[in-house]
């Protein structure tokens, strides 16, 4: 069973540019969250989605981000517009079926805005 | 709004001795969850050990162990017997319990420790 698993690992962009992050979650997980790290930083929680669901994002900028867990396919992170201070690793984790159950993490993806 | 504070920035240890890595939490809650994680230079972010707000028995899993003092809103994690891979940031985690959804994970700064050997 692989586990959690993100792609890019590394993604530069310029500003201004877009940013999408993918998430593919274990097998049988319907839970996905995204973090966000910035550097000598512990991780800070951006959004909890369900299936086509996002249960909480209280934790996402209001603007620019945004985030979405489709029915079939990966759980997508998009930036719009990014600016440097975007610069940081993004993590995805997902669980089976409670919310509490082991959240397993992904490796992260490191954007780097130029 | 719930906060976690680990005051050590900064933990070393001999290997196989004992290291005691401290984490409070402040929150009006009173149905959560605690966790340790633990990221290695490979940055995997790893569950070492998870605590339940309503279970006063201590989790222990191997070598770690907790001592939850919930009227004194403390979680420390001791290690024991350390080991040169127990070298890796530890980040103290609390999650809120809400109508069978977790909200509010909130993460602590993060204590670098280092197993010298």
């Known amino acids: 069973n692989a586990g959690v698993m993100q792609n890019p690992r590394h993604l530069v962009r310029r500003r201004g540019q877009e940013a999408r992050l993918r998430c593919s979650p274990m097998?049988?997980?319907?839970?996905v969250y995204w973090y966000r790290q910035l550097p000598e930083e512990g991780l800070k929680f951006m959004v909890y989605?369900?299936?086509?669901?996002?249960?909480?994002e209280s934790g996402m900028p209001k603007e620019r981000f945004s985030a979405e867990f489709p029915k079939e396919g990966p759980s997508i992170l998009r930036i719009q517009q990014v600016v440097r201070g975007d610069s940081a690793a993004y993590f995805c984790?997902?669980?089976?079926?409670?919310?509490?159950?082991?959240?397993?993490f992904g490796p992260g993806t490191r954007l780097t805005v130029l | 709004a719930q906060t976690v504070t680990q005051s050590q920035p900064e933990m070393s240890v001999q290997e196989a001795e004992t290291v005691t890595l401290s984490c409070t939490y402040d929150t009006s809650e009173n149905n959560y969850y605690l966790f340790w994680y633990k990221q290695p230079p490979s940055r995997q972010m790893i569950l070492v050990i998870r605590q339940e707000a309503y279970k006063q028995q201590n989790a222990t899993e191997n070598r770690f162990s907790v001592n939850f003092q919930k009227a004194a809103k403390s979680f420390s994690l001791k290690i024991s017997d350390s080991q040169l891979g127990d070298t890796a940031m530890y980040f103290c985690a609390f999650m809120k319990h809400v109508l069978g959804y977790g909200q509010n994970f909130v993460f602590g700064p993060g204590t670098r420790l280092s197993v010298l050997p």
């Open positions: 984790a997902s669980s089976r079926d409670r919310w509490y159950d082991e959240q397993f």
């Open positions: 989605l369900q299936k086509e669901n996002i249960i909480d």
């Open positions: 097998k049988g997980h319907s839970h």
